[in-house]
């Protein structure tokens, strides 16, 4: 079983920058992919960022160039880097985890606004 935590959520002001992290507990991390979804208030879950256990990333066009995803397998611990934070991130990030089944954090608050 895989528990995951997230934590570094916060209200920011446009242009600020952010830094999620997602520890796991379990078994497993360094050979699964892991990554980000967010929902904002009244649109569906989308995927942020993914990295998969070679190292290869993946991002929705509205945050490349602006975020950054890595992995530390050592800490059972992934992190994402938001930097130029617009209006529009302003979501509820959660973290997921992939191996056989795919397991989410409770989800971490962003708020950007002036």
């Known amino acids: 079983q895989v528990q995951l935590v997230e934590s570094g959520g916060d209200l920011v002001q446009p242009g600020g920058s952010l830094r999620l992290s997602c520890s796991a507990s379990g078994s497993g991390f360094s050979s699964s992919t892991v990554g980000w979804h967010r929902q904002a208030p009244g649109k569906q879950r989308e995927l942020v960022a993914q990295i998969n256990n070679a190292g290869w990333t993946n991002y929705a066009d509205s945050v490349k160039g602006r975020f950054t995803i890595s992995r530390d397998n050592a800490k059972n611990t992934m992190y994402m880097l938001m930097n130029s934070l617009k209006l529009e991130d302003t979501a509820v990030y959660y973290c997921?985890?992939?191996?056989?089944?795919?397991?989410w954090g409770q989800g971490t608050q962003v708020t950007v606004s002036s």
């Open positions: 997921f985890l992939g191996n056989s089944k795919i397991y």
